[in-house]
């Protein structure tokens, strides 16, 4: 069973959402600050986060860059009332799995988050490699050696469906439609740096790199041989 931390401070709104997704199964903690859904996440697991924007006191966003700083695979989803794309563009370079603008519908608002929960790393995923990295996306990690790479959750799943694809080029538009979702291939911009930060992780020269490589113009694919 998921555990989500939902944290909005209108309160018609949250005990709307925990009302719903309690009937869809989740286990849900309700919470109407960022502070006091910080105070949750540390007394119970939680499996995704449900973050409304506009708080008072500590902002969505900044609880966002709280929870990276912690934890990068558990997934968030951001709720916000703005329609400034801006806001949606910044929780994505953040490290937020999607965002849902309001007004939403309940059941739109489930469909993304179990899709969210599937794309997950299953447990019993072989562990394979990478040039020198052996893959342990199950737990959200790389190692080589006695180095040990954490990954997030949006690296787990671009290194997922290239691997899915081995040699083969994946388009930029098939990577942000899978990974992201549908309606986001736009957001390239968002895709390159998330590439460009993993590179930084299995890359021994980022700028150069031998691993995952950019087809221009089409999109990104892995080296079959590199070392
Ligand atoms: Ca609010």
Known sequence: ????????????????????LKKEGFLVTGCSSAES????????????????IMLPGMSGLEMLETIRQKDQSCPVVMLTARSDESDAVVALELGADDYVRKPFG????????????????????????????????????ISRNDQVMALTNMECAILQLLLANPGAVVSREDLLEKVWGPGMSTLTRTLDNHVARLRRK???????????LTVHGI???????SN
């Open 106 to 141: 309940v059941s739109e608002l489930i469909a993304r988050l179990r899709r969210i929960l599937r794309r997950l790393p299953q447990t019993g995923v072989p562990l394979g490699t990478i040039g020198p990295w052996t893959l342990d996306l199950d737990n959200y990690r």
């Open 219 to 225: 999109g990104y694919k892995l080296a079959t041989n």
């Open 37 to 52: 859904g910080l105070d949750a996440w540390r007394d119970s697991d939680c499996n995704l986060f449900l973050l409304d």
């Open 202 to 212: 299995i890359e021994l020269d980022p700028k150069e790199p031998t691993i995952l």
């Open 1 to 20: 069973m998921h555990r989500i931390i939902l944290v909005e401070d209108e309160e018609h709104l949250r005990y709307g959402l925990e009302f719903n």
